[in-house]
């Protein structure tokens, strides 16, 4: 069990896919203006990777190591291919929303990573639960990114309003370059945050 | 011809791939750390963005459309690209060695990226005519090639100054990103399509 929850929760911070692993930012910077598309885009990113961990190590003794890029291409490209239809069926003002970048979570490359690095290697149920933990991880990412810029640039925060009632909303945080700046920062925070977990463990004794 | 000229311009400056709408970032920046590697990429983006959306635009109108297959357009076009430039690449290698030397190692990487997908989809997406579809990917790489070579440039004069430790690295590129966006947001509204 505690083998499992290690899979899982390195996910979260260690091997954070947006900050630490500096993958998949595309999404990260397109679709966060708002806290809901982000999650959105979040949620069905973590269906991927799990659906496609799970498929890759049900198939990976039969997969020959020559052609395996391809087929995990291909399945990547089915699996969110019905989540856009889920997506357009259930909740089309979202599905409208996310637009093209929906389509484009196949070349994530954190999808295929897991794939290659992971799955390919470990059964399958263990291979879903690392998928769910990078899920998890990255829509993490996702929410606090869409979190900071709705609300300093909308004021609002799920669609309720935040700030207090003369609050000029800093439009430039719903932009593009509000986007890539607060990205910067907040990869050093997560830099220092990381030198800060080592350092206390170093001095724990401790080895990694 | 007024129309395509002001498609390109959009495609080059206001609607910058790069910075406008964060396409291809993983590449923007995986390779912009010296401005020659920078150069080569640019071309070879714009190369196969180009190529690509030919391809996947005569494929998308001759047979996902009369077939009803539409659904299918994500899956043909990734299976396309990314065998399409493994040709393109096996191509390069036999017929000329040099340039696969300067461009082998990038059109690999180009294979599965959002940017090369991406503009072939917005073609689809916006029903733009062959011609235009062409005229738009060239614009889209043209873009792509200038922001990489404009941030290669900046991330070189970076390695000079006093950066402070934990934004060394990852965290000053995406900052300096930040500021070039803002720079080009000056081009938004100038062409309205």
């Known amino acids: 069990m505690k083998g499992l929850w290690g899979i899982f929760s390195k996910g979260l911070v260690l091997e954070n896919p947006i900050f630490v692993l500096a993958l998949s930012l595309c999404p990260a910077l397109a679709v966060t203006t708002s806290v809901v598309n982000a999650l959105a885009m979040g949620l069905t990113v973590a269906f991927v990777i799990s659906m496609n961990n799970l498929v890759v190590s049900i198939v990976r003794n039969l997969v020959n190591p020559k052609v395996r890029v391809p087929i995990y291409i291909t399945s990547i490209a089915t699996i969110v291919t019905l989540a856009e239809l889920l997506l357009k069926a259930f909740a089309p003002l ?22 290659e690095v992971f799955a390919s290697k470990n ?7 690392d998928g769910l933990g990078m899920g998890c991880g990255f829509t993490l990412a996702m929410l606090i990114i869409g979190a900071i810029r709705e609300v300093l640039g909308n004021g609002t925060l799920l669609g309720y309003q935040v700030m207090w009632s003369g609050y ?3 439009l430039i945080m719903i932009l593009a370059p509000g986007a890539f700046i607060l990205i910067g920062y907040l990869v050093a925070g997560f830099k220092i945050l990381s030198e800060r977990i080592e350092k206390a463990r170093a001095e724990r004794g401790e080895t990694v | 011809m007024m129309d395509y000229f002001l498609l390109f311009m959009g495609a080059v400056v206001v609607n910058n791939f790069v910075l406008t709408r964060f396409l ?9 750390k010296n401005l020659s590697a920078s150069g080569g990429m640019g071309m070879a983006v714009t190369a196969v963005i180009t190529l690509s959306s030919m391809f996947a635009w005569l494929v998308y109108n001759y047979i996902l459309l009369p077939l009803n297959l539409t659904f299918l357009t994500t899956i043909v076009f990734v299976l396309l690209i990314a065998s399409f430039v493994q040709l393109l690449e096996m191509i390069v290698k036999k017929y000329t060695p040099n340039l696969h030397k300067m461009w082998g190692i990038y059109l690999l990487l180009i294979a599965t990226n959002c940017v090369v997908l991406g503009v072939p989809l917005i073609n689809v997406e916006s029903h733009f005519s062959f011609g235009k579809s062409l005229v738009n990917a ?16 900046c ?12 934004l060394d690295g990852l965290g000053i590129a995406f900052i300096v990103a930040g500021c070039l966006a803002l720079a080009f947001f000056g081009f938004s509204g100038m062409i309205t399509m």
């Open chain 1, 94 to 115: 979202l599905y409208k929303d996310l637009g093209i970048y929906l389509s484009l979570v196949v070349v994530f490359a954190i999808i295929l990573a897991r794939a």
């Open chain 2, 24 to 32: 291809g970032l993983c590449i923007f920046f995986g390779v912009s």
């Open chain 2, 155 to 166: 991330r070189e004069k970076l390695r000079l100054a006093d950066v402070p430790k934990s």
């Open chain 1, 123 to 129: 059964p399958p149920f263990k291979s879903f639960i």
């Open chain 2, 138 to 153: 060239v614009g889209s790489g043209v873009g792509f090639a200038m922001a990489i070579v404009l941030m290669a440039s």
């Open chain 1, 168 to 170: 000029q909303p800093a």
